[in-house]
Every structure is written in structure tokens, then in C-alpha cells.
């Protein structure tokens, strides 16, 4: 597609420029973000650091295990910063915790801003983690109709045609109704 | 919905859940809405396809696109649709157009309102940054915030622009609703926008209504000036001309209880507002509440050492709605639901269906959380319906179908609805996903939004919250749908193409079809054949009993012989 001129100086001119957004609008209603830094592979009775982002200030975040109500990993103190900041935590997994794949879950109570969305990492325990899978297998095309079917256009003849055949009839009954019968001549003696 | 006063009691039952709670011991205990009623609809999806990238035309490896929060099919054509949306990096505003019903999608030849105001990127967040909805006679509007070098959201003074085309973006005509350029002093004002645009074409001109938010960054603090102003601009002429903007808040009389106080509620123009549709003359306009500046009451004991001075995060508190019958010349505020935390933003999907009521349905379907939970984040998208012309609201259902126990968060939802009255809300959520990921989710109702189908998972991989500049910067934005008979076609913002480098992210879409789209081949051709054949048919049969009739006529006639008459003897 063809660009022009003014679009491609504002373009080219965009490009080298740096998004600084107005701290004042940050999205403090975003949803919350959890995830391992660095490797999520861990033994059990090891330590992974978790890398929590887009929490509200002035709550305690913990880091819990499997679910919103398991038991607690650790606690990272109330953030003292707007949502811009990141805040790392080092928690420990239990040494009991059998290999496969777990979830650590980040709960917030409190009513401020996004407080209470919950976040989720997943470690895996004794083992790696899989191949990331790829999209979903789907069609690429829609579904086009054909036009009118065979169906259809049968109908459509064997209506025109009863139509004309109907008209005719009628024509035939009413051209017959009028023609009248010739009189007797009387026969002569 | 009518009007409520706050109950400090649904307020005074969540603290007494959280301080029942031992601190970092304490169990979460998520509350959310009753759902709604899933069931199968009269339409089912027969196809669901691939993702395909909508903002392939440009390939700077620094491009951050937002989605389309807002999509639009033709209302005469179900082939064409149309998406707006924005790259962050170069903040410019771009028309996206599909003509194969959303198989491929391709920039408009020329830029909406390209000119001495070529930027529209704003730092809303979770609202729809640019507006764009069809009118009468093929044209399309499209609004946003206007700004060159110099202005925009840090050093203020942006404007407001229409742009208005009538064939898919090869040339535009523009309006400027508000313009702020060379502006200063105290009251210099600068707008944000556009999350909301409204065309009504029920009477002879198109009446489209702009809405938009207004500051005065340089008014002293205390200033009455420094309240936050929603405002609406009406044009009675196609988008030719517009009115003086109104400052909704000016009117707004909505009061709460809180503590035993009083406390007047407005309009919050944080993160975006206001959402609007209009029908048959009724405007209905949108947008979450807020304290008026120095007004806030004391942020309670479970909001955290964050809370004080208190602010609307803190309380659960309704959304509000302005209705107008008279094209925004009056209006009702009142709030439109039950106290709840939008802790996941105030974005509402608002629409008419004719379907669910005898003069049609308004539906808006907006994230919320109930005022009884423990928190504010956790989030079901609900809906409330209106089939009194908007004047009440039934109360929020959630039509999310995920279980209380899975925890999800549902936030961002959008709304369409097609010619046949089909309902199509859109959201995002983290549904069984984990590491920052998230899916975009769907369901649809036939019924004006009384019964809803179960949830459907349209994005065909998970999207990728830690690449992409949004999520990198916390700007992010709402999916949107285009809603026709046949489909309901997505588009959200895709970070699959990034790297830690580039940080890329796309616009990418996809399509639920319902039933096959019409040909483009001739079909009048093959009927006027048949048509032919059948007085081929007709003329064949006639001839064939005339020949019949024919060769078995009845026998002659015997001759009348006359006797001579024998004279007397």
C-alpha cells in the first residue's frame, strides 16, 4: 500500500520516538502480574524468586501455594510505590512437595485499586517445563454460500411453469363457458 | 436501576470478613455475582478460525498496537469491517479495514484527520482510546484526541477531532469538537479521548455525539477547576458542526451514605470515560464514580496504608448513567447498578438490541466485584438490561460461566450486537492460565440478553503479558467484536511476534461464524434460468394436449338429411 509523503515523515519520525507515559494515568486496574525469574525448574526444598508486578500499594502480597487458600510461601511487605514498580520475593518450596508441575498463587485482601486479582506461576518441581504448545489447530476460510440450490431453482421452474399452466386452464374454462350451442332449424312437412 | 443510597453495612460486612482474617494467614475468600442463565442459543458456531495478524501493513520491528477495542461491520455490506486503533510507539490512530470479512485486514489509504493535529495516543488505560461507529448513507465516523509536536498527554493542551469518510478511509473530512491548541493561563483545558462516540440515525441527519474527558493541568490545586469534567458534544448535522461541549458533572446530583455522610458522587474521567450509545432519540452515557476533589471520606481500615485520604478505589460504589432524550441538551444522572469495586476499571460495553422487550433491550455489560468480597480485583463481567428505554437497570448477572473457585479475573469487556439483534460481548481473562497470560473470551445472546451461550475461547493461543510495550507499560486496552448476522469477528493487542528487543506487539483477530456468508457470484442469473426453463416446461405441456385434443376429437356429426314433402292424392 502505498503511503504518503506526510504519512511516511510522521512514520519515520515516530519511530525513533521513546513512549514515556504521564505517570498520572497509570492503569491501576489492570490485572496483576506473577512470574519466576530466571529458571522455574526447582528441587524440592529449593528457592525461586518470584517477580511480582502491578500490585497496589499498601497491602502485603503473599505468595501461597497451589491456591488462594494454601498455605503461605512467603510475604512480601506493602508496596510503598505506585503500580509502576516490580518487587521480587524469594520463596522457598516445601521439601515434601512431590515433582510435577505446581502452581504458586499471589493474594492481596484488601479494597484498593486491583487489590485481590490473583496472580499465578507455575513451577516445576523436579522436573522441566514442557514445549510451549503452539495455536490451536483451527480453519483459515469461512464458509461461502452457493447461490440458490438445485432445490431452489426447481422450485422456482415448477412454479412458473403451474403458474402458466393454471392461466391457461382458467383461459380454456372461461373461452368455453361463452360459446353457445346453434339452434334446431325446424324440419319442414 | 434507581436511585440507591450506599449501604455502609455491605461495606461494614467486608471489613468485618477482613479483619476476621489474621493478616498474611487470613484465606481468600472470593465473592462473586450469581450468573446468568447459559444456554444454547438460537444460533450455534458452526466455525471458529485462526488468528490473523490485522496490522500486518506495518512492519517497524518497535510497533505497539492496542488492539481494536472498537470494530464495526457495514451495515450493507457483512464483508466489510472496520477496526480503529492506535500504535503506541507513534502515537498515531489508524483505520484498519477488512473487506473479506476479516480473513485480512489492510490500513486505510489515508490517516483519519492526518494534518496539523496528527497524533492521538493518550495514557487511558482499559477504555477504548479511539471511537469509530457507522451513520447513515455509508459514512463512518471515527473520533480521537487530536495533538502535534509539542502538546499531548504530559505537556497538555490536546483537542478533540471527528473524522468522517465515506469510502473506508481513502480521503476524510474533519471537525474539530474541541480545540485547545494555544491555550494557557490557569484555565487552559486539555482534552482526553475518545471513549465514547454515538450516532443516532433515526432522524433525517445523523446526530453524533462525542464523549470525551477535560482537564485544567495548570488550575491551582482546590480549584474547582481540578474536579474532573466528562464531557459530551453533540452535533445535529452529521458530524459537520458541534454544539458547546457539556461537562456532565455539572449536573450530576447523585449522593451516597457513607459513614453516615453524605457524599456527592460524579462522573470519573480516570483512565477513560465516558461510553455511550444512542437509539431512536435515547442517549445513554456511561462512566465509573467519583469523589469530587477534597470530598473523599476516609479511606477505610481494610483499604491497606494506601487508602488514606480515601478515593473511589476504596469503596463500592454504583456506576453511574446520564440519559438525554433531547439530544443532550438535559439530562438524568443516576446511578445505573449496586454499589461494587471496579478494581478492574469502569470500561462498559453499552448497546440496543430490538430483541428482550417489546421496544428493544439496552444492555451494558461493564467488570465488577461484588461489595461483599474481601477485595476489589477479582472480577466477573456482568449485565444489566434496560427495557424502559434506559430508565432502569436490572440487576448484574455475571456472564462470565467461570466457577468461584477458579478465581478468574474478567475485566475489559466490549459489546456489539448485529442486524438480527444478536448480542456479542468480548473480555479478557486468566482462566486456567498461569505466568501472566490471558485469553479472550466471548459469548453471544439471541434472547436481548436474557439467556447467554457458555463462554468460548476466541484467542487461539494465550496472549503473552510480559512482551509487548502495554504490558510492559500498563497501558492496556480492551478487546473489541464487530458484530454480523453471520459472524462476530475479534481483534485484540498479540505480542506473539516479539522478542525481549523489539517488544513488538500486533493487532490480531478472529472469527466466530454462525452461518455461511453470502455468495459473490451471481445468483439472479441462475433463477431468471429457471424461471425460463419453467415457461419452456409450461408451453411444451400446452402443446402437447392441443395434439392430444386433436386426434381424439368425439365422432362427426350425422348430416341433418330434409324430407321433400309428397304434395296430397
Redesign the interface.
Known amino acids: 500500500?502505498?503511503l504518503?509523503r506526510?504519512?511516511m515523515a510522521?512514520?519515520a519520525a515516530?519511530?525513533a520516538?521513546v513512549?514515556?507515559?504521564?505517570a498520572?494515568?497509570?492503569?491501576?486496574?489492570?490485572?496483576?502480574?506473577?512470574?519466576?525469574e530466571g529458571n522455574a525448574s526447582v528441587q524440592p526444598g529449593g528457592k525461586v524468586t518470584v517477580l511480582l508486578r502491578?500490585y497496589?500499594?499498601?497491602?502485603?502480597i503473599?505468595v501461597r501455594l497451589h491456591?488462594?487458600?494454601g498455605p503461605?510461601l512467603g510475604?512480601h511487605p506493602?508496596p510503598t510505590t505506585t503500580?509502576?514498580s516490580e518487587h521480587k520475593l524469594e520463596v522457598t518450596i516445601p521439601p515434601d512437595l512431590p515433582y510435577g508441575t505446581h502452581?504458586l498463587?499471589s493474594?492481596?485482601?484488601?479494597?484498593?485499586?486491583?487489590?485481590?486479582?490473583?496472580?499465578?506461576?507455575?513451577v516445576y518441581v523436579g522436573t522441566l517445563p514442557p514445549a510451549p504448545?503452539?495455536?490451536?489447530?483451527?480453519?483459515?476460510?469461512?464458509?461461502?454460500?452457493?447461490?440458490?440450490s438445485a432445490v431452489t431453482?426447481?422450485l422456482?421452474?415448477?412454479?412458473?411453469?403451474?403458474?402458466?399452466?393454471l392461466l391457461?386452464a382458467v383461459w380454456s374454462m372461461v373461452g368455453s363457458g361463452r360459446r353457445t350451442e346453434p339452434e334446431p332449424?325446424p324440419?319442414?312437412? | 436501576m434507581t436511585f440507591r443510597t450506599l449501604m455502609t453495612g455491605a461495606a461494614a460486612v467486608?471489613a468485618a470478613a477482613?479483619a476476621a482474617?489474621s493478616?498474611?494467614?487470613?484465606?481468600?475468600t472470593?465473592m462473586t455475582y450469581k450468573h446468568a442463565t447459559f444456554q444454547e442459543q438460537d444460533a450455534k458456531i458452526?466455525?471458529?478460525?485462526?488468528?490473523v495478524r490485522m496490522s500486518r501493513?506495518e512492519e517497524?520491528p518497535?510497533r505497539?498496537f492496542i488492539g481494536t477495542a472498537d470494530m464495526a461491520v457495514h451495515p450493507d455490506n457483512p464483508r466489510i469491517i472496520v477496526g480503529a486503533t492506535m500504535?503506541?510507539?507513534?502515537?498515531?490512530c489508524y483505520l484498519t479495514v477488512s473487506k473479506d470479512?476479516?480473513?485480512t485486514w489492510?490500513?486505510s489509504?489515508?490517516?483519519p484527520g492526518?494534518?496539523p493535529y496528527?497524533y492521538c495516543?493518550?495514557?487511558?488505560?482499559?477504555t477504548p482510546v479511539v471511537s469509530l461507529e457507522w451513520g447513515s448513507n455509508g459514512t463512518l465516523y471515527y473520533a480521537r484526541q487530536a495533538y502535534g509536536d509539542g502538546e499531548g498527554?504530559?505537556e497538555g493542551k490536546a483537542s478533540i477531532m471527528l473524522a468522517r469518510t465515506t469510502d473506508l478511509g481513502e480521503t476524510w473530512q474533519t471537525t474539530l469538537v474541541e480545540n485547545n491548541r494555544g491555550q494557557s493561563g490557569e484555565s487552559a483545558r486539555t482534552a482526553t479521548g475518545v471513549s465514547g462516540l454515538a450516532v443516532d440515525t433515526s432522524g433525517a441527519r445523523d446526530v453524533v455525539y462525542v464523549g470525551y474527558s477535560r482537564s485544567h493541568p495548570d488550575a491551582p490545586t482546590g480549584s474547582p477547576l481540578r474536579n474532573p469534567a466528562v464531557m459530551l458534544a453533540t452535533s445535529t448535522d452529521g458530524g459537520e458542526t458541534f454544539g458547546e461541549p457539556v461537562n456532565l458533572n455539572e449536573r450530576s446530583q447523585v449522593n451516597v451514605t457513607i459513614a453516615g455522610q453524605s457524599v456527592p458522587l460524579i462522573m470519573r474521567t480516570?483512565?477513560g470515560a465516558p461510553f455511550m450509545t444512542a437509539h431512536n432519540g435515547t442517549l445513554l452515557v456511561v462512566a465509573g464514580p467519583e469523589f469530587e476533589q477534597g470530598k473523599a471520606p476516609t479511606?477505610?481500615a481494610?483499604?491497606?496504608?494506601?487508602?488514606s485520604p480515601g478515593s473511589w478505589?476504596?469503596?463500592?460504589l454504583p456506576q453511574l448513567i446520564a440519559r438525554s432524550t433531547d439530544q443532550g441538551k438535559t439530562f438524568t444522572i443516576s446511578p445505573m447498578s449496586p454499589p461494587r469495586?471496579?478494581?478492574?476499571?469502569a470500561t462498559t460495553g453499552l448497546k440496543w438490541t430490538p430483541k428482550g422487550g417489546e421496544n428493544g433491550t439496552f444492555v451494558a455489560v461493564h467488570a465488577a466485584?461484588p461489595p461483599t468480597?474481601?477485595?476489589?480485583?477479582?472480577a466477573d463481567v456482568v449485565v444489566q438490561r434496560s427495557t424502559d428505554d434506559g430508565v432502569t437497570w436490572s440487576e448484574p448477572l455475571a456472564i462470565d460461566d467461570a466457577k468461584p473457585e477458579e478465581?478468574?479475573?474478567s475485566?475489559y469487556p466490549q459489546l456489539n450486537v448485529a442486524p438480527n439483534g444478536r448480542l456479542d460481548a468480548v473480555w479478557q481473562d486468566?482462566r486456567g492460565?498461569?505466568?501472566?497470560r490471558?485469553h479472550v473470551r466471548y459469548t453471544y445472546s439471541t434472547d436481548g440478553g436474557q439467556t447467554w451461550a457458555p463462554n468460548v475461547q476466541v484467542s487461539?493461543?494465550p496472549l503473552n503479558?510480559?512482551l509487548g510495550?502495554s504490558?510492559n507499560?500498563?497501558?492496556?486496552y480492551p478487546p473489541g467484536v464487530a458484530s454480523a448476522n453471520q459472524?462476530a469477528a475479534f481483534g485484540w493487542a498479540d505480542a506473539r511476534l516479539a522478542d525481549e528487543v523489539t517488544q513488538s506487539q500486533d493487532n490480531f483477530g478472529?472469527?466466530a461464524?454462525f452461518s455461511?456468508?453470502?455468495?459473490?457470484?451471481?445468483?439472479t442469473a441462475?433463477?431468471l434460468?429457471?424461471?425460463f426453463?419453467?415457461?419452456v416446461?409450461?408451453?411444451v405441456?400446452?402443446l402437447v394436449a392441443m395434439q392430444v385434443r386433436r386426434r381424439g376429437g368425439g365422432p362427426a356429426p350425422e348430416p341433418?338429411t330434409?324430407?321433400q314433402?309428397t304434395p296430397a292424392r
Open positions: 500500500m502505498a504518503t506526510w504519512r510522521v512514520g515516530a519511530v520516538a513512549l514515556v507515559p504521564a498520572m494515568s497509570w492503569a491501576c486496574v489492570a490485572p496483576v502480574s506473577m512470574t519466576i502491578e497496589a500499594q499498601g497491602a502485603p503473599e491456591s488462594p487458600t503461605v510475604v506493602p503500580m509502576t502452581l498463587v493474594t492481596q485482601n484488601y479494597h484498593h485499586m486491583n487489590s485481590g486479582n490473583i496472580g499465578r506461576a507455575t504448545a503452539g495455536p490451536e489447530p483451527r480453519p483459515a476460510l469461512l464458509e461461502v454460500g452457493s447461490g440458490p431453482l426447481t422456482i421452474a415448477l412454479g412458473v411453469a403451474g403458474g402458466l399452466l391457461a332449424q324440419v319442414k312437412k | 467486608a477482613v482474617m493478616g498474611p494467614a487470613a484465606a481468600q472470593a458452526e466455525r471458529l478460525t485462526s488468528a501493513d517497524a518497535a505497539g500504535d503506541l510507539r507513534s502515537r498515531i470479512a476479516g480473513r489492510n490500513h489509504k489515508e490517516l492526518a494534518g496528527p495516543q493518550n495514557t487511558t488505560a482499559g498527554p504530559r480516570g483512565f479511606a477505610p481494610d483499604s491497606g496504608s494506601g487508602g478505589f476504596h469503596f463500592a469495586y471496579d478494581g478492574t476499571g466485584t468480597s474481601p477485595t476489589s480485583g477479582v478465581f478468574v479475573t475485566f486468566n492460565l498461569a505466568d501472566n490471558y487461539d493461543q503479558f510480559n510495550i504490558w507499560s500498563d497501558l492496556r459472524y478472529s472469527v461464524q455461511p456468508l453470502p455468495t459473490t457470484a451471481n445468483t441462475p433463477k434460468a429457471a424461471a426453463a419453467g415457461l416446461l409450461a408451453g405441456v400446452l341433418v330434409r324430407r314433402a
